[in-house]
């Protein structure tokens, strides 16, 4: 079970604009909120991706980049982040093979892809994990305070 402290798996996945986004490309340069969500256009993950949207000014001025990704395709990810002028990437996992990476846990009963948050300083190193499918605002709330704490001076 990965753990705050472990250092983040590496990944290679499409964006919705067609290029490679890969985490270890990050490292040294910024802190990655990558957030796992269920489905593109559904209630919870509309309001959880408009919530990133609309601080993402905030994140950038943290320091940091927010990456979505769920099993969606490359095609319901672009109509997604044009509905709703999403300014950072989603990324399509089909097959699921970074949410098995991250050990992200299927929610009720199985059924449903999770939501999970995962904050990710400048060395790669996971700093937070939030796990919560009903309460997808928070995990933009918290990503943000984390990051709030990772940049002020120790």
């Not at 991706?49 to 001025?61: G, H, I, L, T, V």
């Not at 937070?128 to 709030?148: E, G, M, P």
């Amino acid at each position: 079970m990965l753990q705050v402290g472990n250092s983040a798996p590496d990944f290679t996945l499409k964006t919705t604009t067609g290029e490679t986004f890969r985490l270890s490309e990050q490292r040294g340069k910024r802190s990655v909120v990558l957030y796992f969500y269920p489905k593109d256009d559904t209630p919870g993950c509309t309001a959880e991706a408009c919530s990133f949207r609309d601080q993402y000014e905030d994140f950038k001025d943290l320091g940091a980049e927010v990456v979505g990704i769920s099993s969606d395709s490359e095609a319901s990810h672009q109509k997604f982040t044009q509905k709703h002028r999403l300014p950072f990437p989603l990324l399509a996992d089909e097959g699921g093979k970074v949410r098995k990476l991250y050990e992200v846990p299927r929610a009720l009963l199985g059924i449903i892809p999770g939501r999970v948050t995962f904050v990710i300083d400048k060395e790669g190193v996971i700093q937070y994990i939030f796990n919560s499918l009903n309460r997808a605002t928070d995990h933009v709330a918290n990503a943000k305070q984390v990051l709030t704490t990772l940049s002020m001076p120790a």
